[in-house]
Structure formats: structure tokens, C-alpha cells
């Protein structure tokens, strides 16, 4: 087999979020029609491993190997220098339960106050993978680079989007209109890699 | 970029086993000049991930980081079900700083009596990864499934051989000829499925 995503193959998305599926159907400009691991009735698997490309692999595969389907998943979050890159694939978590990004933002800036921190160097890392069932798997990596600022500035995005500023800018990733921040966000660019490395 | 490998692409192997290149060498039909992360003079990296390709992934994935090569990296192991997979991913910290598979083999054994398993399946897992710098990866893993069998039995191969007969099989992996090893193993498959996948 060629490792090339042909229109018209069904793809699986490994997520429980119909949202994140639909933005994905428009990254991938439509040209597969997509189901979730969460209308095909698919348990999710537990994120055991220690790297965000390790992570969206495990779910591609399990997703895959569950529906038969080719899988696609991803995993992203958040990564500060001063914190030994925390949180990391941790960046979630840190939202709890009811995924409060402002508590996990405030938990980041308690850190860097603990640690004493002058530097602020922060980037977000989004892995992205692609299964067959049975067969081999593709993982690419965007990252983008930046600094963290508080307190958090702008309404848009989510996630830690207001407290990063990415590297030239002025505005934090929660200010940029999303044209801008798309040009430029570690998902744009691990979608680039995954589109040049499949279509 | 395509995900091929065109002939005559140098290839790094992250592994410090210059034995190890000259077999990969082989199974690629010494289509690739070859260089280890070893002779690169590159560290290695903490195998830090839970799952064979996620540590195979990581091994690629820093070669190619660290020599700008495309790099290929491989993590195998011995999977006993009634022991929950166990070793897996640590079958060689199983054997020691010494490498001794008569230890590890005997250490299965014990913990299969401490568990009064009845159940001896086992199976060999083989993960490849290549990974090109600054770009995407690929991923396949090889397996093969059989039981254990006690004492060990043959002196041919390497590891857990001697205590593993493959499905169908009367001899353990220690006993057959390399030929009729390489026709069936958890290695050749994963080598099977990866030169489908890039060549």
C-alpha cells in the first residue's frame, strides 16, 4: 500500500468532540467524509504515553483498529520553558474536570511565581496521526514558538490562547482574529506536514 | 514531500550496534548507505514511552532531530499475556546491565509460577519508525503470537528465543534455522509492512 490518503476514503476521527470533527472536515477541506470515535460508539483509550506525538498515535491506532477504518487523531497543548516544558501533555488536565482554562492559566502563572522565573518561553506543540488498520501509521509534528504574558488578554480561541503571544506578535493567540492566528498556530502547521505528507 | 524512500537516501540507524546496522543493511537489500547513531557520535535518548512504536518513534525521531538524516530506529520485545504483557517494553531491562536473557527467561518463568498461570500465550512485537528531520514519521509494528514453552530449548537467535514457539510451530524461535525464523518473525513482518509502506 502507498501512504497516500485518496478523496472520498472514510476517515474515523478519534475524538468524542463532533465540534473538533467539523473543523477538521474544513482543514481537510472536505474531501473525506468523516465519522467520530464517538458516534461509532468507540471507548476512548487512556493517554499513557509521555509524548504528544505517542499520544495521538495510541488513539489513531486504537481507533483504527476498532473501526477498520483509517483513524486520525491528534494531541496538542502547551509547553513553558521554566517548567521543564509543564504542562505539556498534561496542558488539559491542568483544566480539571470541568476543563477551566482560566484555573489551568493560573496554575501556569503560580508556577512561574514559585520557580521565580525571568523566562517566559513557552511554545504550543500540536501532534497529529494518521493509522491504517493493520498497517502503518503517520505522525507529524507543528510547533510555534512564543512567550507568555499575564494577565490573559482576549475572549477568542481557548485553551491557554491569552496568555501566549506568539513570537513577533503583539497580540496574544486569544486577540488574533483566527485568519491570523491560522497562518501561524502549531495546528496549521502540523496540518501543512500532514497534507503534504498525504495528498 | 512524498513519503518514499528513493535509493541511495543515507539513512542513520539509532542504535550504538554496529551488528544491528549490518542486519538492517541486509533487510534493506543494501539499497541505503547507513550510518548508526553510534558512529554519529549522537546520544540515546531515554526510552521513556509505554508502547514499542512510541519508543521507536522517539529513538527516530532524535537521530533525525540530531544528524539532519533520515533516520530509521526499531523496539521490540516478548509479551506473556497472563503476565498483562509484561515484560514488553522492558524485555531487555529484564535481562540486565549484562544482557543476561537466561536471567530474564528465568525471571518469566518464576513470576508465570507465582501466578499459577495455566495460560502460557506469548507474543513478539516488532515496531519500526523512520523519521525524517524536521518532518513527518512513519510507524509499523510486526508481531507474532505463539506460547512459552520451559526450560529454554536451541541456542540460535538471540533474547527469549529459546522459550517461544510460534503458532503452529513444534520448535522454539532457539531451535529453527534463520531461514524459517525470518519466514515468520514479529522482525520480518514489521520490515514487510515498512518496505510496502516506503520503497
Known amino acids: 500500500m502507498a501512504l497516500k490518503l485518496e478523496p472520498g476514503t472514510r476517515l474515523v476521527v478519534a475524538t468524542h468532540n463532533a465540534g473538533k470533527a467539523r473543523e477538521l472536515a474544513e482543514i481537510l477541506e472536505n474531501r473525506f467524509p468523516l465519522t467520530t470515535a464517538g458516534e461509532l460508539g468507540l471507548d476512548e ?3 499513557t504515553e509521555t509524548t504528544f506525538v505517542g499520544n495521538a498515535l495510541l488513539k489513531a491506532r486504537a481507533a483504527a483498529e476498532a473501526s477498520g477504518l483509517v483513524a486520525l487523531a491528534d494531541d496538542s497543548g502547551l509547553s513553558v520553558a521554566a517548567l521543564e516544558g509543564a504542562p505539556g501533555i498534561y496542558s488539559a488536565r491542568w483544566a480539571g474536570p470541568g476543563r477551566d482554562f482560566t484555573l489551568a492559566m493560573s496554575k501556569v502563572e503560580l508556577r512561574l511565581e514559585e520557580a521565580n522565573a525571568q523566562d517566559f518561553a513557552a511554545w504550543f506543540t500540536c501532534a497529529l496521526a494518521v493509522a491504517w ?5 503517520v505522525v507529524v509534528e507543528g510547533r510555534v514558538d512564543g512567550a507568555l504574558t499575564f494577565p490573559p488578554r482576549g475572549a477568542r480561541g481557548f485553551g491557554y490562547d491569552p496568555i501566549f503571544v506568539p513570537e513577533g506578535g503583539a497580540q496574544t493567540f486569544g486577540e488574533m482574529n483566527p485568519e491570523a492566528k491560522d497562518a501561524m498556530s502549531h ?3 502540523a496540518f501543512a506536514k500532514l497534507k503534504a505528507a498525504l495528498l
Chains 1, 2 share one sequence.
Open 45 to 47: 483509550p487512556d493517554e
Open 133 to 137: 488498520p493493520g498497517g502503518p501509521a
Open 187 to 189: 495546528r496549521a502547521r
